[in-house]
């Protein structure tokens, strides 16, 4: 098993070696050559004519095939031949064919002209520069239909459609590189190849027309049965028997009826599928793209070539032209992975091409330099060598390393990315462990997802799946699973090195969660010294000062005491019931109103909650200072406190039948205080006046619950 962009990296290099062999084949076609040069033969109607390029063109009337006479039927320089009738002209096609191309081999062909020229045709050999335009965009357009397809399939699942899919690239550049070939010959092409290069395009397009079929029933629902797909190979079998094997008349009935045929039976299935998704808008929008993807690729070529010749009404249009516009149909299905997750692919997809296309400007750069360097005159010669060598050649192995050295971290560099990440995550979600982003740091994985574990997985450790495609790591809270695949962004497989790692990243989670206890720990321990020693000195003083000190001081005292009180019990971070806390609140309220001869009216109504520490000390400041203004500001004759629970939070209303006099800075900054105390909790405080009383109202969130 090898990791995901080796994979990646051995596909293209198979599509890279079938794109050579292409060439390859094309290059070994001859041109013909007349004494004055070469020459280039081409339909024109009903003749044929001869061009020699220096502005000499003459209509061919016949060949001299040694002792054979030959007539030029215009035919020979046809584009397709399975435009023509029948099987019957298409054989007799590839017989001449075969006969010029002996000839030409052999020194004894001959071009008779329509004004008596009797002029020798010789081979000569075709170069790069030879070979059209159009060999090069059917070429190319079919080796990058195959990598799209590739970079689906090789990342996929190992699905039906996926599968189909894949066979859809496979097939359009068989068919696209044989017509590549064939149609753009210099009209002598060996009649053996010619009758192999056209079943070959036959094969790729019925094979186009079948996969689309199947994939069409499989996405994004699977077919209503797994025979579906195996009726359309099959009806691709049954096509190709009949079309070789010359089992019909002619190739609309031997092949193009089939290849439309199944391809409609194939957007049926669109329709199917419409049907099964409706309900679901996602998969629904995805279908609409896919559909909208692929008859934008396919209707221009079944209007322009496959209805043409089936009707045998109209001239068809030039097929090489037609062929590109199938690159529209996975030109929309790599945008369809951004916009709607085709495939299950996620963006990172588009980083794969990133990767790619990075790699191919660099060799492309190389070849550029290289051709440039080649023209260089003797003087300019030097100073190329040097800016090659001190400026590009640095820059290019920078790009080239970034793109694909493999750099194996160390324990200093993993830990050095895992420790910020862990910590980082446990101080922003103090719900996380931490544990998954360090694993993005560590790993770089194409995608990360979090799972439930089942019986089987929990409590193991981590584990390698897939060949090391997947690595699977137990969350420390023992419910969950992390799911890493595609170690690096895709440039290796997980190894049992990772599995270590991956131990060494739960062991860092379990020696921080050790650290935070210990520093709890001990800041506790020193809490609960101050907190022993202010309750022996200070409480002890208090207390002093209450028995002996003078009657109007012993209010003041007895609040100091209360406040003391209050201190510690916040210091010692016990929690505190919200029923017992709101009965110390009453008790409280109801000895203050008591003092000053204020009505209390209480109200409360309290789910079972516990309140930390803090909580408690911040609500209890906060009803004191508001209990505090209404008896000492607004000179209060009535006071009406309410708790009650609202949204998950905890409400306190206190509204009293006086207001206090304006001005008065000591109330402005204990209502501030409070705002600021309720902020805090994650709460507001609002105040303010409603006719002759005031209202203040507290809401603070709840969020520790009793068992």
């Given at each position: ?110 071009a008779l002209g329509d004004g008596g020229q009797r002029l020798p045709v010789t081979p000569l ?562 105040y303010g006046s409603e006719g002759d009383r005031w209202r203040v109202r507290l809401h603070a ?7």
């Amino acid at each position: 098993m090898f990791s995901l962009r080796a994979r990646i990296i051995a596909g293209l290099l198979a599509v890279a070696a079938y794109g050579l062999l292409a060439l390859g084949v094309a290059l070994s076609l001859p041109q013909g050559a007349l004494p004055q040069g070469s020459v280039t033969f081409q339909q024109d109607g009903e003749r044929l004519l001869a061009d020699d390029g220096r502005g000499g063109v003459f209509t061919v009337v016949a060949f001299e095939v040694g002792d054979e006479r030959l007539p030029a039927d215009p035919l020979l320089a046809v584009e397709e031949p399975d435009v023509l009738p029948d099987y019957a002209a298409m054989e007799a096609l590839f017989q001449n064919h075969q006969r010029l191309y002996r000839a030409l081999r052999d020194g004894r062909l001959v071009a008779l002209g329509d004004g008596g020229q009797r002029l020798p045709v010789t081979p000569l050999e075709r170069g790069l520069t030879d070979l059209p335009g159009l060999f090069w965009l059917q070429l190319l357009c079919g080796l990058a239909g195959m990598v799209i397809c590739l970079l689906v399939w090789i990342p996929g699942q190992r699905e039906v459609a996926i599968h189909a899919f894949a066979l859809t690239g496979l097939s359009y550049v068989l068919f696209s590189s044989a017509a590549a070939i064939y149609s753009t010959r210099a009209l002598f092409i060996p009649g053996d190849l010619f009758a192999l290069l056209s079943g070959l395009n036959h094969v790729g397009a019925l094979l186009f027309s079948a996969s689309l079929g199947a994939f069409l029933w499989n996405y994004p629902r699977r077919a209503p049965s797994a025979r579906v797909a195996g009726a359309f190979y099959g009806a691709f079998l049954v096509a190709i028997v009949i079309d070789q094997g010359r089992l019909t008349a002619s190739p609309v009935t031997g092949f193009h009826l089939w290849v439309m045929g199944i391809f409609l039976i194939g957007l049926a299935g669109a329709g199917w599928q419409g049907w099964r998704t409706r309900g679901r808008p996602l998969e629904r929008a995805a279908l609409r793209w896919v559909v909208i993807s692929i008859v934008a690729g396919t209707a221009f070529f079944a209007g322009g070539m496959i209805l043409p010749a089936i009707k045998q009404s109209a001239q068809a249009s030039s097929q090489g032209l037609l062929f590109t516009t199938f690159l529209l149909m996975y030109a929309g299905m790599a945008l369809g992975v951004v916009r709607y997750r085709l495939f299950d692919l996620e963006r990172w997809w588009f980083s794969l091409w990133s990767w790619l296309l990075g790699g191919i400007v660099v060799m492309l750069t190389d070849l550029v330099l290289a051709s440039l360097l080649s023209l260089s005159g003797p003087a300019t010669l030097s100073l190329s060598l040097a800016l090659v060598g001190w400026c590009y050649f640095p820059l290019r192995q920078y790009v080239w390393g970034r793109l694909f050295a493999r750099r194996e971290p160390g324990l200093d560099a993993w830990l050095a990315r895992a420790l910020p990440a862990m910590l980082r995550a446990r101080h922003e979600r103090l719900d996380d462990s931490g544990v998954q982003d360090a694993l993005r740091a560590v790993f770089r994985p194409l995608s990360l997802e979090q799972t439930v574990a089942d019986a089987a997985v929990s409590g193991r450790l981590c584990v390698l799946e897939d060949n090391g495609a997947t690595l699977r790591v137990p969350d420390p809270a023992g419910d969950r699973v992390h799911v890493l695949r595609h170690s690096h962004e895709g440039a290796r497989l997980f190894t049992r090195q990772d599995v270590d790692i991956a131990g060494l990243v739960l062991s860092l989670h379990e020696l921080v969660n050790q650290s935070q206890t210990a520093r709890a720990e001990g800041a506790s321990e020193e809490r609960n010294r101050i907190r022993q020693d202010i309750h022996d000195d200070l409480g002890a003083k208090l207390l002093h000062l209450l028995h002996a000190g003078a009657e109007e001081y012993r209010p003041l005292v007895r609040d100091a005491i209360r406040d003391l009180r209050d201190l510690l019990q916040n210091m010692e971070g016990r929690s505190v019931r919200l029923d017992a806390a709101a009965a110390q609140w009453r008790e409280e309220t109801g000895r203050r109103c008591e003092d000053h001869g204020v009505e209390l009216h209480w109200h409360q109504v309290l789910p079972a909650v516990t309140l930390d520490a803090d909580q408690y000390s911040e609500l209890t400041r906060i009803v004191r200072e508001a209990v505090s203004n209404a008896l000492r500001h607004a000179r209060a004759s009535a006071l009406e406190v309410s708790l009650t629970s609202e949204q998950g939070g905890l409400v306190i209303v206190i509204v009293n039948d006086g207001l206090a006099e304006g001005g008065d800075g000591a109330v402005g900054r204990g209502l501030m205080i409070m705002a600021n105390r309720a902020r805090k909790l994650g709460g507001e405080c609002q105040y303010g006046s409603e006719g002759d009383r005031w209202r203040v109202r507290l809401h603070a969130p709840l969020v520790r619950y009793s068992a």
